[in-house]
């Protein structure tokens, strides 16, 4: 952080009224087209994203409780729905914008990317994952397993597992 705080780009200083307010427009345009009409990206979780509108780049979202309470399930489910979402469209300009989701990097200094990767599919396709660690399954739950990995090898999800 402190190599990519010294060299790396850095946004600030004063910015014009009439900028951010063209920014703010283009947001409200871009939520009025989406089906879900969120100005941020979809958090897959209704509720969360009538109450937040969405995640939004400039906000920090601290997601704490006590051991063993679901935090990392919840921000999996979190990072795979906004993964999931994610698309692009061509803009005005030409060049590609992202029309909804988001491409996700996920920190996790508790499990193993494996571990995360093993605990969305087996969200995904409704069989156990302990299950699946332990190799407990049948053929139709192992061709599940292999369709649905499958369909989420192409997601735009990054995790760094670095201890």
């Known amino acids: 952080l402190y190599d990519l705080a010294s060299t790396g780009q850095t946004e600030g200083g004063f910015k014009p009224f009439r900028t951010a307010l063209t920014e703010a427009v283009a947001a409200a345009e871009a939520a009025y087209g989406r089906e879900g009409q969120l100005t941020g ?25 006590r051991p063993a309470m679901g935090k990392t399930a919840l921000a999996t489910n979190i990072a795979f729905n906004a ?18 989701g988001a491409v996700v990097g996920f920190f996790s200094l508790e499990m193993s990317a494996e571990q995360l990767a093993n605990r969305i599919l087996a969200e995904q396709s409704g069989i156990s994952s302990e299950k699946i660690r332990r190799g407990d399954l049948n053929s139709t ?12 090898e192409h997601l735009n999800l990054f995790i760094d597992d670095t201890p």
Do not use: C, W
């Open 83 to 100: 993964a999931r979402a994610y698309r692009e469209e061509n803009g005005e300009d030409g060049r590609p914008k992202v029309a909804d």
């Open 41 to 65: 990206v979809a958090t897959g979780l209704h509720q969360m994203d009538q109450l937040l509108g969405g995640l939004h780049r400039s906000d920090l979202l601290i997601l704490a409780g």
């Open 141 to 152: 739950d192992f061709d599940k397993v292999l369709s649905v990995g499958q369909q989420l």
